[in-house]
């Protein structure tokens, strides 16, 4: 049985912005938080490409990242990922490339395939929709560009050509995980929101991982919603921040971050209520013993390497007191 001390441990941030708060203030919490989890033990510091959604300021996520890096020491910082379709591979290599030999080793490449946004504004991003870019072709285009420059080589990434910047998969379907199995890849499933196809997914990424130059074994990395606090009672009232966001993806209506209420009865449906829950059936929610003992159930049903958690309370001292929680359970 794997305990907590030999899993890793890691951040996914949203750049969240608070009701009543600015986006300076959600950078600037950001950072703070990123420094504590650096003192802290936490492996990485990812953040997530998402755009034209209230409530969420992590788009220039490449630029965020710097900001991060260059705040922190020895955190590995990186993305949750980047949206690769929306961008030409050769400008993530550029990018990436500068950000890896500014911070060298501390830097991750996190790859997705979803646009991180709504069909319209993915009009916006991507331009021309009449061919849908193979998200594999994309990701094999974009390692060569950090591969070391052929001298006939007619277009480079520089900087980009021989930096050392890890690759992983990112994604919440059975795609996703064939195709960092294939690719001989880490793989992080986004258990945070998407939890059904969890299980299977891991599943086929491991009976289908073939070995290659980057890994010689699978990784599994899986996404979490946790919210810990001192009580359960004041970690029930803490997570009604986190149920009425997904409320508000569910009612297409994205607004910043809400405070927590008492209950959340006067809020939604019966129904919403069941499809709420259901995106975070495997949220953790509870004090530190609640927390612990959920905590060990997940890794002993999953196995994962590595939990990459997301963590969103509406006042930022509530946050960093539950990542502070989970770092002491880490040492267990």
Same mark, same amino acid.
């Given at each position: 049985?794997?305990?907590?001390?030999e899993t890793k441990y890691s951040i996914?941030?949203?750049?969240?912005?608070?009701?009543?708060?600015?986006?300076?203030?959600s950078f600037h919490n950001s950072l703070?938080?990123?420094?504590?989890?650096?003192?802290?033990?936490?492996?990485?510091?990812?953040?997530?490409?998402?755009?034209?959604?209230?409530?969420?300021?992590?788009?220039?996520?490449?630029?965020?990242?710097? %900001?991060? $890096? /260059?705040?922190?020491? +020895?955190?590995?910082?990186?993305?949750?990922?980047? @949206? &690769?379709?929306?961008?030409?591979?050769?400008?993530?290599?550029?990018?990436?490339?500068t950000l890896g030999t500014l911070y060298?080793?501390?830097?991750?490449?996190?790859?997705?395939?979803?646009?991180?946004?709504?069909?319209?504004?993915?009009?916006?991003?991507?331009?021309?929709?009449?061919?849908?870019?193979?998200?594999?072709?994309?990701?094999?285009?974009?390692?060569?560009?950090?591969?070391?420059?052929?001298?006939?080589?007619?277009?480079?990434?520089?900087?980009?050509?021989?930096?050392?910047?890890?690759?992983?998969?990112?994604?919440?379907?059975?795609?996703?995980?064939?195709?960092?199995?294939?690719?001989?890849?880490?793989?992080?499933?986004?258990?945070?929101?998407?939890?059904?196809?969890?299980?299977?997914?891991?599943?086929? %990424?491991? $009976? /289908?991982?073939?070995? +290659?130059?980057?890994?010689?074994?699978?990784?599994? @990395? &899986?996404?979490?919603?946790?919210?810990?606090?001192?009580?359960?009672?004041?970690?029930?009232?803490?997570?009604?921040?986190?149920?009425?966001?997904?409320?508000?993806?569910?009612?297409?209506?994205?607004?910043?971050?809400?405070?927590?209420?008492?209950?959340?009865?006067?809020?939604?449906?019966?129904?919403?209520?069941?499809?709420?829950?259901?995106?975070?059936?495997?949220?953790?929610?509870?004090?530190?013993?609640?927390?612990?003992?959920?905590?060990?159930?997940?890794?002993?049903?999953?196995?994962?390497?590595?939990?990459?958690?997301?963590?969103?309370?509406?006042?930022?001292?509530?946050?960093?007191?539950?990542?502070?929680?989970?770092?002491?359970?880490?040492?267990?």
């Amino acid at each position: 049985m794997k305990t907590l001390s030999e899993t890793k441990y890691s951040i996914l941030d949203l750049a969240s912005i608070a009701q009543g708060k600015s986006v300076a203030d959600s950078f600037h919490n950001s950072l703070d938080l990123a420094r504590h989890a650096e003192k802290w033990g936490f492996t990485r510091y990812w953040l997530a490409e998402h755009h034209n959604l209230e409530g969420i300021a992590s788009s220039a996520t490449s630029v965020l990242i710097g %900001y991060i $890096a /260059g705040g922190t020491s +020895s955190i590995r910082v990186g993305s949750g990922g980047i @949206m &690769l379709p929306n961008h030409a591979p050769l400008v993530i290599a550029e990018q990436f490339g500068t950000l890896g030999t500014l911070y060298p080793g501390r830097i991750d490449l996190g790859l997705g395939r979803a646009p991180g946004t709504d069909g319209l504004t993915m009009r916006a991003l991507r331009r021309d929709l009449r061919r849908e870019p193979d998200f594999g072709e994309l990701v094999l285009e974009l390692q060569g560009y950090f591969k070391e420059s052929a001298a006939d080589q007619k277009v480079r990434a520089i900087p980009g050509a021989g930096v050392n910047v890890p690759f992983w998969i990112l994604g919440s379907s059975l795609y996703s995980a064939q195709l960092a199995a294939y690719l001989g890849l880490p793989y992080s499933f986004a258990g945070h929101f998407a939890p059904d196809e969890m299980m299977e997914a891991i599943k086929i %990424y491991r $009976a /289908g991982f073939q070995a +290659s130059e980057h890994l010689k074994k699978p990784y599994v @990395m &899986l996404g979490i919603q946790i919210v810990a606090a001192d009580t359960d009672e004041q970690a029930q009232k803490l997570s009604t921040t986190v149920m009425r966001r997904f409320l508000g993806i569910i009612r297409n209506q994205r607004v910043n971050l809400e405070p927590p209420v008492d209950s959340m009865a006067a809020y939604w449906t019966v129904a919403e209520e069941q499809l709420v829950k259901s995106r975070l059936a495997t949220a953790i929610i509870g004090g530190p013993e609640t927390v612990k003992r959920k905590l060990q159930e997940f890794i002993n049903a999953t196995q994962a390497d590595e939990l990459m958690i997301v963590s969103d309370q509406y006042e930022h001292r509530d946050r960093l007191r539950s990542f502070e929680l989970i770092s002491q359970l880490m040492q267990n």
